[in-house]
């Protein structure tokens, strides 16, 4: 990476200047790599490989399995993952950042992907692939600024860029969400919906116009009838109902969007797992960051020790790497997250919104509510207790008959395309007549 982008990544990361500060200059650089964009994609029409680098930081942020494999089945297609660090983790042990990497690896080779990990042991640093691997398309599983600085979006000039949202974008973060210097540099952004795309025009920069309507890869497989799902939930002697309480990550009191609701209910569910150890498992599925944050917080072996409770009940299980088989063997879930308040509502399972403020659907986009109101809700620990006695073990779903007419009006493809397809559909569509 050349110092004037290293210079320029301190620039943009530490005090947003080009975005907030100097407008003008930063619409001539978002115009610029806009065009840079097209012409890399135009520059592939007679390429026979096109190289294609998805970069992977943590398995929670990969949604992408159905574009991978339509990839590299594909003769035109050569499909890599690349797995790196993040660096706002620097202040954790080398150790600890490790775990996470070889976390990340083992979730890919499960899948049997070809991957690579460009850390060169001899210098102690990370490759710069742009230089390395020279990939004609980088898809971005993360727009944040907080990775190592060869990982992010200005580093691939000559590319064409692409952004996946790792999460269905359900809450009101608007600028978060559309409006971050990388989605307004990337090539192409990738909308769950006309809704999303209707949000990306109103709140990006570039107005929505490097945006397209794709459909949510993440959740292809729930919309396809060819997956053999293994069931992933631990062995009971007795059949019992199956509960994810999956909790967020965000426990910080000094942000300005605080969705979690773990520590005011953590050591209720331990308890409600050992109370109800007779009818229900309940896997603890939580935000691959709230382990991070709880030691900052709690210290390394009271989090150990509280991750370790939920391994070793015979009712229960700990889920840190991928959850769509999880999803489909479930019965329920319990939760405070943002992109799972759309996500679970493809199974048509009942399920409970966990918020402790008074007005928790102002945090919504409208997607996001009418997503939320399809749930039950909860900001108790009485309200989980009747969520699992009357609904999920005494059957008394009545959302049901509501939750099939969400799905039907807003979480099926309208025109059958499933959206690992439009993807490709997209890029080819680029390659031939640039980006409009």
């Known amino acids: 990476m050349n110092n004037f982008s290293y ?4 620039l943009l990361t530490y005090k947003d200047a080009l975005r907030t500060r100097i407008p003008f200059l930063f619409d001539r650089m978002m115009k610029k790599y806009h065009r840079s964009a097209s012409t890399a994609a135009m520059s592939l029409r007679r390429k026979p490989t096109i190289e294609v680098a998805f970069l992977l930081t943590i398995p929670g942020m990969w949604k992408l399995d159905y574009l991978f494999r339509a990839m590299a089945e594909s003769p035109r297609y050569h499909p ?10 620097k202040g954790f042990s080398d150790k600890e950042l ?38 004609d398309i980088v898809f971005f599983t993360t727009p944040y600024r907080d990775i190592l600085p060869q990982f992010y979006c200005y580093n691939f000039k000559k590319t064409l860029t692409c952004y996946v949202p790792y999460a269905f974008q359900a809450m009101n973060l608007y600028d978060l969400d559309y409006n971050q210097i990388a989605i307004n540099l990337y090539g192409l952004n990738f909308a769950e919906t006309d809704m999303h795309l209707d949000f990306a025009r109103r709140y ?4 929505g116009k490097n945006f397209v309507v794709s459909g949510y890869p993440g959740t292809e497989v729930y919309l396809r009838d060819d997956y053999t799902s293994p069931d992933v939930w631990r062995p009971q002697s007795e059949p019992k109902k199956r509960i994810i309480w999956a909790p967020h990550h ?23 797992a050992r109370r109800y150890r007779d009818k229900v498992q309940i896997a603890f599925k939580p935000h691959q960051l709230l382990k991070f944050k709880l030691m900052q917080l709690w210290g390394e072996e009271r989090t150990n020790s509280y991750y370790h409770q939920w391994e070793e009940m015979d009712n229960c299980q700990l889920e840190e790497s991928g959850y769509i088989d999880l999803f489909i063997h479930s019965d329920a879930m319990i939760h405070d997250s943002g992109s799972f308040t759309a996500e679970y509502l493809f199974l048509n399972k009942p399920v409970m919104y966990l918020a402790l403020n008074a007005e928790p659907e102002k945090q919504f986009n409208e997607f996001g ?13 009485q309200d989980i207790e009747a969520f699992i006695n009357d609904v999920v073990v005494g059957g008394q779903d009545t959302m049901k008959a509501q939750r099939e007419q969400f799905h039907s009006r807003y979480l099926c493809p309208p025109d059958g395309t499933l959206p690992s397809q439009n993807i490709i559909n997209i890029i080819e569509n680029a390659i031939e007549k640039g980006l409009e």
């Open 98 to 135: 490790w775990k996470t990497i070889e976390r990340t690896e083992a979730f890919v080779k499960q899948r049997g992907f070809e991957y690579l990990i460009p850390y060169n042991k001899e210098t102690g640093k990370w490759d710069d692939i742009s230089k390395t691997l020279h990939p």
């Open 80 to 89: 890599y993952i690349v797995i790196f660090p993040y660096s706002r983790f």
């Open 250 to 272: 965000t426990i910080e009191t000094n942000v300005a969007f605080q969705a979690s609701t773990f520590l005011t209910f953590c050591d209720d569910m331990l308890d409600i």
């Open 204 to 207: 990006s920069r570039s107005k």
């Open 7 to 10: 210079k320029l990544h301190l």
């Open 369 to 381: 509510k009418l997503a939320y109101h399809n749930h039950y809700h909860g900001a108790s620990r």
